[in-house]
C-alpha cells in the first residue's frame, strides 16, 4: 500500500498563492506519474494537473497558466504552485500516484486522503 500525504493548504484571499505539496515513497514520487485533482461541494471531481515519468505535464483549461506542477527527486516530493487563485479554485485536492501515466484520468491506484484549499473574495 502507498501513502500519499498533501500539505499546504489553507485559506487565501483572492488573487493569492499556496503550494501544496505530495510526499510519499521515493520510488513512486521520483519515478511514478503524479497527479493533482480536485472536488468543490456538490460539484465531481476534475483533474487539475499531471506529470509524467518524464516530467511532461498537462493542465486543466481553467488553471493553465496559473498551476505549476512539479517534482524535487531528492525530497521525494511533488508540488503544485498555485497562483492567482480564485473562489472557483476553492475545492478539496486530492494527490494520486500511478505507473501508468493517466494523465487528468482519474485511474490512478493510489490517493492520497486530501486537503483543503479556500479562496474568499
Known amino acids: 500500500q502507498v501513502t500519499l500525504v498533501e500539505s499546504g493548504g489553507g485559506s487565501v484571499q483572492s488573487g493569492g498563492s499556496l503550494r501544496l505539496s505530495c510526499s510519499g515513497p521515493?520510488?513512486?514520487?521520483?519515478?511514478?506519474?503524479i497527479a493533482w485533482f480536485r472536488q468543490a461541494p456538490g460539484k465531481e471531481r476534475e483533474g487539475v494537473a499531471a506529470?509524467?515519468?518524464?516530467?511532461?505535464?498537462v493542465y486543466a483549461d481553467s488553471v493553465k497558466g496559473r498551476f505549476t506542477l512539479s517534482r524535487d527527486p531528492d525530497k521525494d516530493t511533488a508540488y503544485l504552485l498555485m497562483n492567482n487563485l480564485t473562489p472557483e479554485d476553492t475545492a478539496m485536492y486530492f494527490c494520486?500516484?500511478?505507473?501508468?501515466?493517466?494523465?487528468?484520468?482519474?485511474?490512478?491506484?493510489?490517493w492520497g486522503q486530501g486537503i483543503q484549499v479556500t479562496v474568499s473574495s
Open positions: 494520486a500516484a500511478d505507473y501508468v501515466p493517466w494523465r487528468l484520468q482519474e485511474r490512478y491506484r493510489h
Open positions: 506529470i509524467d515519468s518524464d516530467d511532461d505535464t
Open positions: 521515493g520510488e513512486v514520487l521520483d519515478k511514478y506519474s
